[in-house]
């Protein structure tokens, strides 16, 4: 008998919460509907989260086509230039670069060859040529570094604000939940389920832009410093180079 009246009891209650919650609900869940539904504030939210995720989009595609020319063009240019420099013929080996010029390496070798060849035919090769070429490979390395991370500053920039933007949305959804139930002086789902609407909408919109865009500035800055590896480490071939050839007019 207890638990028949405890049942009861229960679905009484919830007979009345399903009537509070959902009393004159006329909220409609597809995009066009949503977009009607939300105020001014919450619309700009969406157009900034919009135009933000366009360029991060953007960028990502740049970026991917860069770095997969540089690292095509680099496996064409590494095994060339190096039979020609292992022949002596520098000015083969600048040719080879200037026809891979979307290849990081190619970019960072050609500036060492060229302040190299021009004293190569002065006799004797002062340790100065070679510092000079040294610098040369420095100052060029950090060129191609910024060339090749252009972009990606913008694309952290949206990934750490983007839900901030969304939560702007979001209190202001939340506000006009609250505004709605006091103008229509009832609790009922339908009273705040455009404000909450608009809430959760601009909330899920900041995180579809962030999430895809840190993701990808964390691969793509791996990308850049794999790239940094690769020309700091031709960088210090091509001295070592530039070294024994020195040796060799000594000898």
């Given at each position: 008998?207890?638990?028949?009246?405890?049942?009861?009891?229960?679905?009484?209650?919830?007979?009345?919460?399903?009537?509070?919650?959902?009393?004159?609900?006329?909220?409609?869940?597809?995009?066009?509907?949503?977009?009607?539904?939300?105020?001014?504030?919450?619309?700009?939210?969406?157009?900034?989260?919009?135009?933000?995720?366009?360029?991060?989009?953007?960028?990502?595609?740049?970026?991917?086509?860069?770095?997969?020319?540089?690292?095509?063009?680099?496996?064409?240019?590494?095994?060339?230039?190096?039979?020609?420099?292992?022949?002596?013929?520098?000015?083969?080996?600048?040719?080879?670069?200037?026809?891979?010029?979307?290849?990081?390496?190619?970019?960072?070798?050609?500036?060492?060859?060229?302040?190299?060849?021009?004293?190569?035919?002065?006799?004797?090769?002062?340790?100065?040529?070679?510092?000079?070429?040294?610098?040369?490979?420095?100052?060029?390395?950090?060129?191609?570094?910024?060339?090749?991370?252009?972009?990606?500053?913008?694309?952290?920039?949206?990934?750490?604000?983007?839900?901030?933007?969304?939560?702007?949305?979001?209190?202001?959804?939340?506000?006009?939940?609250?505004?709605?139930?006091?103008?229509?002086?009832?609790?009922?789902?339908?009273?705040?389920?455009?404000?909450?609407?608009?809430?959760?909408?601009?909330?899920?919109?900041?995180?579809?832009v962030a999430i895809?865009?840190?993701?990808?500035?964390?691969?793509?800055?791996?990308r850049v410093e794999?790239?940094?590896?690769?020309?700091?480490?031709?960088?210090?071939?091509?001295?070592?180079?530039?070294?024994?050839?020195?040796?060799?007019?000594?000898?």
């Open positions: 008998m207890l638990v028949a009246n405890l049942a009861a009891i229960t679905f009484s209650h919830a007979t009345t919460v399903a009537t509070w919650l959902f009393q004159d609900q006329q909220v409609g869940f597809d995009p066009l509907s949503l977009w009607r539904q939300m105020g001014w504030v919450a619309k700009g939210v969406v157009i900034i989260l919009f135009i933000m995720s366009g360029w991060s989009i953007g960028v990502m595609i740049d970026r991917a086509m860069a770095y997969s020319a540089a690292r095509k063009q680099s496996r064409a240019f590494a095994p060339a230039v190096a039979g020609a420099l292992r022949d002596g013929r520098i000015d083969e080996a600048i040719k080879v670069a200037e026809r891979n010029k979307k290849s990081h390496l190619a970019k960072v070798v050609t500036a060492g060859l060229m302040e190299f060849r021009a004293h190569q035919d002065s006799g004797e090769i002062p340790g100065e040529i070679i510092e000079a070429s040294k610098r040369a490979l420095e100052r060029t390395e950090a060129i191609v570094h910024a060339e090749l991370k252009r972009g990606l500053g913008g694309l952290a920039t949206i990934g750490s604000t983007a839900p901030f933007v969304g939560l702007f949305g979001t209190v202001f959804g939340i506000l006009n939940a609250f505004r709605e139930i006091s103008a229509s002086k009832t609790t009922g789902l339908g009273a705040v389920a455009g404000g909450i609407s608009e809430a959760l909408v601009t909330t899920a919109f900041g995180l579809l895809p865009a840190v993701m990808m500035f964390n691969y793509l800055t791996g794999a790239f940094d590896v690769e020309m700091d480490n031709s960088s210090r071939q091509l001295v070592d180079y530039f070294l024994k050839r020195r040796e060799v007019r000594r000898s």
